[in-house]
């Protein structure tokens, strides 16, 4: 059985289909049709959406290093960094709050307390941009 040319609905001989290149074409079509197609691969939005945040934000990868190193009172965080502004810090609080990353504990005290904590996701968080920071010293290192 002779291919069908694009459709028209009539039929040349094999000779004649091989001058012109259509047996090439029809032979391209039928392997092209039996090959497995892939999804155009996009970048994770909301993680993604996440880490230009984080890093667009000056102050948060700051915020973390005092967590980590056991400030978590944002009177006490203002008074360790030089440039820090309460409204400032409270901005990127409530930004890292609103991904997860970070969780608010409030003390029913008086005068009131409160204090905030990486919570676990904000841990995986941080380990990756870590090793996006151990990437950047690498890129630096080679250039």
Same mark, same amino acid.
């Given at each position: 059985?002779?291919?069908?040319?694009?459709? #028209?609905?009539?039929?040349?001989?094999?000779?004649?289909?091989?001058?012109?290149?259509?047996?090439?074409? #029809?032979?391209? *079509?039928?392997?092209? +049709?039996?090959? *497995? @197609? #892939?999804?155009? @691969? +996009?970048?994770?939005?909301? +993680?993604? !959406?996440?880490?230009?945040?984080?890093?667009?934000?000056?102050?948060?990868?700051?915020? #973390?290093?005092?967590?980590?190193?056991? &400030?978590?009172?944002?009177?006490?965080?203002?008074?360790?960094?030089?440039?820090?502004?309460? @409204?400032?810090?409270?901005?990127?609080?409530?930004?890292?709050? /609103?991904?997860?990353?970070?969780?608010? &504990?409030?003390? /029913?005290? +008086?005068?009131?307390?409160?204090?905030?904590?990486?919570?676990?996701?904000?841990? *995986?968080? &941080? !380990? &990756?941009? =870590?090793?996006?920071? *151990?990437?950047?010293?690498?890129? =630096? !290192?080679?250039?």
């Amino acid at each position: 059985m002779l291919p069908e040319i694009a459709g #028209y609905g009539f039929v040349l001989p094999a000779e004649k289909q091989a001058q012109i290149g259509t047996a090439g074409t #029809y032979r391209y *079509k039928l392997m092209n +049709s039996q090959a *497995k @197609k #892939y999804a155009r @691969k +996009s970048a994770p939005e909301r +993680s993604a !959406r996440m880490v230009e945040a984080i890093f667009g934000c000056k102050w948060s990868l700051t915020v #973390y290093q005092l967590l980590a190193n056991g &400030i978590n009172r944002p009177g006490e965080m203002v008074r360790s960094v030089e440039g820090l502004t309460t @409204k400032v810090l409270n901005e990127c609080l409530r930004r890292n709050m /609103d991904f997860g990353i970070l969780e608010r &504990i409030a003390y /029913d005290e +008086s005068p009131p307390r409160v204090e905030y904590t990486v919570t676990p996701f904000g841990t *995986k968080f &941080i !380990r &990756i941009l =870590d090793e996006l920071e *151990k990437l950047q010293h690498e890129l =630096d !290192r080679e250039s």
